[in-house]
Nanobody, 128 residues
Framework: QVTFVESGGGSVQAGGSLRLTCEVA????????MAWFRQAPGKRREGVAS????????YEGDSVRGRASASKDNAKNTASLLLNNLKPEDTSRYYC?????????????????????WGEGTQVTVSS
């Protein structure tokens, strides 16, 4: 059974930074794609970034391009997303998502249905 431990959400002023971390357990495949999606009240879920466990690629969504940096520790099955220069419109609940047995592709950030496993999410609130 795949489980997540998500951490790092919180409240920050505009222009600040936050690091979101996902630790995943119970994964048996060598190559996996970890992603972050976000969803604000009344809005559609949006892909933010992704990074490969076991691979080298990462991708950013258009809304955070140039402000997001994903990293991972394969040995610890942990991935982190650093969000810089946060804006009030980044306020949302952020979810970890995992697609097993696959490398990431940029297009997957537009297809939440690609991801089999989801965390419960962590809230990020950016004040102006």
């Amino acid at each position: 059974q795949v489980t997540f431990v998500e951490s790092g959400g919180g409240s920050v002023q505009a222009g600040g930074s936050l690091r979101l971390t996902c630790e995943v357990a119970g994964v048996s495949s060598v190559k996996n794609c970890m992603a972050w999606f976000r969803q604000a009240p009344g809005k559609r879920r949006e892909g933010v970034a992704s990074i490969e466990f076991g691979g080298a690629d990462s991708y950013e969504g258009d809304s955070v391009r140039g402000r997001a940096s994903a990293s991972k520790d394969n040995a610890k099955n942990t991935a982190s997303l650093l969000l810089n220069n946060l804006k009030p419109e980044d306020t949302s609940r952020y979810y970890c998502a995992l697609k097993t047995g696959s490398w990431c592709m940029a297009s997957m950030l537009r297809k939440e249905s690609e991801f089999e496993y989801w965390g419960e999410g962590t809230q990020v609130t950016v004040s102006s």
